[in-house]
């Protein structure tokens, strides 16, 4: 052996020394981190308990979504990394769940089964420290809110590829409730099978919706496969479990859930693929800087009655960001308009426009001003960077 070798392995082993030691050295550095943060963190729950006390003195609600809204808009604004936003939201969701959990578990109302997009996105707002309940349809999710069996809910009200959810603007025309927040969720398809193979696979089962957001893919790679409809993604992947031969499309998490594998990811045409959600509640939120005004109203029959309505928001300056039309079902051929718009309905600005439109309209309905969600997209659990 050369005195070179001899030397250049004395150096490795020193490094890999100085290394270890290295190692340990950070080791006992998160030890003393992780234990400053479990201090900290337990000192934050006892003020969210002193906070439940005087909520309950002044009368109010456990749930403030402009609250949590500033808490994080706050964290990430400061957020010097390396962790990301995205990682940022996901670790606070948790910790404000958990808090609100000691002060009074939140019940929330979502369109079920579990093991659907619709529970993806409960669980990615209110975190596992809230009480999800499945419900059979969106009428149900604004009945359980209405009748108090559950304080909050969670609806959606459009997709980015499929457009408006009818059955939820319908609900609103007729409910009291309140729009108090706003969810945008990603919708990110996968094939699950019993089988490890493609060649395998001759029908498919999902959703509608999830049918035809992954129509060109499936042509493209399944062309021969049945297609077959059921009422959930969940439902689909509850069916294939036990079905040899068959696949579903649906969220990862039913995948997990129901012991499959899956053959493919992120199969859906258009991408991003995302749904908006509303959390309704029966409280107003107040204004955060920050925030979105959702209104259904009619208009007159009568030539240009729909122009002379929007010009009220852009005299004003304010920005429309939806609207879209839906059948009334007692006025055959006439249709309500629902409009959502930047700014609080209890700024001055936009309480100009509400009164004018009041003064021209056969029905204005303000359903809610909530903090704009379109800040940062909340990403399904378990799916990091």
């Known amino acids: 052996m050369s005195i070179d070798s001899h030397l250049t392995r004395s150096q490795a082993d020193s490094a890999k020394e100085t290394a270890m030691d290295e190692l340990e050295r950070l080791r006992q550095d998160i030890n003393d981190l992780d234990g400053k943060i479990l201090q900290l963190l337990n000192q934050r729950a006892q003020a969210a308990l002193e906070i439940a006390l005087c909520k309950r003195i002044i009368e109010m609600p456990v749930f403030a979504p402009e609250r949590e809204e500033q808490v994080m808009d ?22 404000i769940s958990a808090c609100r959990e000691m002060q009074n578990p939140l019940k929330v109302a979502f369109l ?9 996105a409960a669980l990615s707002r209110f975190g596992g420290g809230a009480e999800l309940t499945g419900q ?9 809110v209405q009748r108090k069996q559950c304080q909050v809910g969670l609806v959606p009200v459009e997709n980015s590829s499929e457009g408006g959810v009818g059955a939820t603007m319908d609900c609103f025309l007729s409910s009291e409730l309140r729009v108090c927040g706003e969810v945008f969720a990603p919708v990110s398809h996968t094939l699950m099978s019993r089988e490890k193979e493609f060649d395998s696979i001759t029908r498919v089962y999902s959703h509608p919706q999830g049918l035809s957001q992954c129509r060109s893919w499936l042509a493209r790679y399944l062309p021969e496969a049945v297609l077959i409809e059921t009422e959930s ?3 689909a992947a509850r069916r294939v479990a036990a079905e040899p031969g068959a696949a579903a499309i649906g ?24 749904t908006r959600f509303l959390v309704l509640g029966r409280e107003s939120c107040p204004p955060t800087g920050d925030d979105k005004t959702s209104m ?17 928001f852009a005299s004003r300056g304010l920005n429309l960001c939806r609207i879209e039309s839906r059948p009334t079902k007692d006025r055959p051929w006439e249709y309500a308009f629902f409009v959502d ?33 379109s800040g940062g997209l909340i990403e399904p659990p378990g799916r990091g960077r």
């Open 136 to 144: 059979a349809t969106i009428a149900d999710v604004f009945t359980a």
């Open 233 to 235: 993604t969940s439902a």
């Open 112 to 120: 079920g089964p579990e093991y659907t997009f619709s529970h993806q």
């Open 341 to 373: 718009v930047m700014g609080h309905q209890d700024e001055e600005v936009m309480q100009g426009a509400l009164e004018a439109l009041e003064k021209e309209l056969d029905l204005l309905k303000v359903l809610g001003s909530y903090p704009s969600g």
């Open 296 to 312: 259904v109203f009619l208009a007159s029959h009568r030539p240009g009655s729909l122009y002379d309505a929007l010009r009220h």
């Open 251 to 274: 969220p990862e998490m039913a995948a997990r859930h129901y012991g499959l594998e899956i053959l493919a990811a992120d199969i859906q045409d258009a991408s991003p693929n995302l």
């Open 74 to 95: 706050s964290i990430c604004r400061t957020n010097s990394g390396p962790l990301s936003t995205s990682d940022l939201r996901r670790i606070y969701n948790e910790i």
